[in-house]
């Protein structure tokens, strides 16, 4: 077996793979946000054509 590795046991991270994973998902929350954001922005300004 490889120790360098433990399992993804919760209680048995250090603390910089806590800080790790915590930034990892901040980052995909921020970005989806910012998806979001930027759907709403271009449907906002988008120019309506009328038949």
Known sequence: MN?????AD???LTRE???AA???DNLRRRK???R???GKADSAS???QEG
């Open 3 to 7: 120790d360098a590795n433990p399992p």
């Open 10 to 12: 919760p209680s048995r």
């Open 17 to 19: 793979e806590r800080l």
């Open 22 to 24: 915590r930034l990892r």
């Open 32 to 34: 989806a946000q910012a």
């Open 36 to 38: 979001a954001l930027d």
């Open 46 to 48: 988008a120019p309506r």
